[in-house]
């Protein structure tokens, strides 16, 4: 059961072989006794998600008043603590809303909610979603189910954590330079990021607007294109949801790979992937030519520049978005302060973590008078030119392949010290944020240099712009050939 | 360029962000070292080219100007830290 895909689930749901109260209750008793070692969770309500597990029940006994029972009623998943959920806290990871409940639902929430899924609770994550190791969360950090001294990845760790432990069969995540792919990667999981605006932003707290992008995190391909087909659509509350005919992302799943072209970016196989990383990648590309496709040398020119350039813009984008956290409609308050300055000030510096507050000030500073030129317009002209970049690239292959991650996860510490080496990690995911491109994470296989325990190791694959359906028929044709997206760390069993 | 402890004050102070005394030098320390990571990106020419200020290029989208929420005002306001007869408190502003 914990290890069955979302369809083998709903299959079990429809004959009845156990209720949706019964199947929630596995994976809420499984989340007592694993998440005190691996700290997924924020926040877990039994009554609630018994209470939504009851509901689905009942809608797939009396029927949906003429309108079909989706797949996935009564299926449980989580959410992470970024969306909005009304009547459970809404943490984000800060200690500023560390007891907010949010008095209206999330797009995807209610997406989720309406095709009957079941909530199971809120994941934790990196403070605001800045980070990739999910040590910057209030709540603590979340170990990954691997190894418990190694990071999850971030900012989407509990997502990967609870799914790889199985504590969940699927989990909602947000990404904004990686936070989907790298904790997936990193954890052995499959995680999409859509085209920016495919998934509506509503009721999820902003980070960098122009790139933040909300996607499924499963354990196959397959179980995102379900999901997928339920969290995405046009929403008029978000400005900047995309108009677009609803599509059905299963409708190629099963296509034959013959002829596919992946285009191999010269940047992404230089130096700086670990030999472990890039072995298991070697390993993947040789199954996908058995499949029938082909690799070709792409060029990303200007890759090198999309971990500078996304500094500049998502900490502008931040400083803005997180001025909102101000002390006085919602969130947390100093106790003490003379004034309104004061209270503000005081306020945002006990409410915000370390890491928060560099990011809030490299951005206010990047937006200075006398700054804005050189840091903020001179990174959006570079947007252009690394967007360019995969307009021509794409000409000569259909999807892009490379690692998600340099290396795989690392211990706890290792990299906390210095920012830099942080917001390196995610040097192959950035550049498809900054051009809007979709992009996923699957696992290809194992690494292990200096760990005690076999680590996963994640493939990336890029896709066109709404090239989402060609990208999860690329997944599972390799998913069907292989068995590393069925593996879950022995010790969660 | 390399922040000095007057520029960390004056972007805490516009961040809105308290910095005690101990925390200025370990803060200018951390953000020149971001800094000269994104220095990197003065040396590229892009003269002509566009700015590309989002992920995607589409026009800002107008809705008919009519009332579409509904009065919740209890439901927020039982978020805040202090509220009175419907209004945010905040400190004395003007004298």
Not at chain 1, 234 to 258: I, N
Request: charged share 20%.
């Amino acid at each position: 059961m914990i290890n069955a895909s979302l369809k083998q689930l709903s299959a079990a749901l429809a004959a009845k072989k156990l209720s949706a109260v019964e199947m929630a209750t596995i994976f809420l008793d499984r989340i007592e006794k694993f998440n005190p070692a691996l700290n997924a969770f924020i926040t877990t309500d039994r009554a609630k998600t018994l209470a939504q597990a009851r509901a689905a029940d009942e809608s797939r006994k009396v029927g949906a008043g003429g309108t079909a029972i989706s797949p996935l009623c009564g299926i449980p998943l989580a959410h992470k603590d970024i969306f909005c959920t009304r009547g459970w806290r809404t943490t984000c990871g800060s200690k500023i809303l560390a007891d907010f409940v949010s008095p209206y639902d999330a797009n995807v929430v209610e997406k989720l909610a309406a095709a009957g899924m079941v909530t199971l609770g809120k994941l934790n994550m990196d403070e605001f979603a800045m980070g990739s190791s999910n040590e910057s969360s209030y709540f603590g950090p979340v170990k990954n189910p691997w190894d418990v001294s190694c990071v999850p990845g971030g900012s989407s760790g509990g997502s990967a954590a609870a799914i790889a432990a199985r504590l969940t069969p699927a989990a909602t995540g947000t990404d904004t330079g990686g936070s989907i792919r790298q904790p997936a990667a990193l954890c052995g999981l499959t995680g999409l990021k859509p085209t920016y605006g495919v998934v509506s932003r509503y009721g999820m707290i902003a980070f960098a607007s122009s790139l933040d992008q909300a996607g499924p995190m499963a354990k196959s391909a397959e179980d995102c294109t379900l999901l997928l087909n339920a969290m995405a659509g046009f929403d008029a509350r978000d400005s900047t949801s995309l108009e677009r005919t609803p599509e059905d992302y299963s409708r190629d799943l099963d296509k034959p790979l013959a002829g596919l072209r992946i285009g191999l970016p010269k940047e992404f196989f230089g130096e700086g992937m670990d030999t472990d990383v890039r072995a298991a990648v070697e390993a993947a590309l040789t199954e996908y030519r058995k499949l029938g496709a082909t690799t070709v040398e792409v060029r990303l020119p200007n890759s090198g520049l999309s971990v500078p350039a996304y500094y500049v813009i998502a900490p502008a984008e931040a400083s803005s978005n997180l001025s909102r956290f101000d002390g006085v409609r919602y969130g947390h308050r100093a106790a003490e302060y003379d004034d309104l300055a004061e209270m503000y000030s005081r306020s945002r510096a006990q409410g915000f973590g370390a890491e928060v507050k560099r990011r809030i000030l490299i951005g206010t500073y990047v937006l200075s008078h006398g700054y804005y030129d050189a840091y903020y317009l001179q990174a959006q002209k570079i947007r252009r030119l690394i967007a360019a970049d995969f307009v021509a690239a794409f000409k000569d292959c259909d999807v892009i392949m490379g690692p998600t991650s340099p290396s795989v996860a690392f211990a706890f510490g290792a990299k906390s010290a210095d920012p830099v080496q942080m917001y390196l990690s995610d040097i192959y995911t950035i550049s498809t944020n900054l051009a809007g491109l979709p992009g996923m994470s699957l696992p290809c296989g194992f690494g292990n240099t200096q760990l005690a325990n076999p680590m996963p190791v994640g493939l990336q694959i890029i896709g066109n712009w709404f090239g989402e359906a060609k990208m999860l028929n690329v997944a599972h044709q390799y998913q069907k050939v292989t068995d590393w997206h069925t593996r879950m760390p022995e010790k969660m069993r | 360029m390399s922040l000095s402890l007057e520029d960390v004050t004056r972007i805490a102070l516009l961040s809105r962000i308290e910095l005690s005394a101990g925390e200025r030098e370990n803060t200018r320390e951390q953000l020149n070292g971001i800094l000269g990571f994104i220095e990197q990106l003065q040396a590229v020419d892009t003269s002509g080219i566009a700015p590309m200020s989002h992920a995607v290029d589409v026009v800002q989208r107008l809705r008919p100007d009519i009332v579409t929420e509904t009065d919740r005002r209890a439901d927020f306001q039982a978020l805040a830290p202090e509220t009175e007869a419907g209004l945010y408190l905040v400190p004395q502003v003007i004298e």
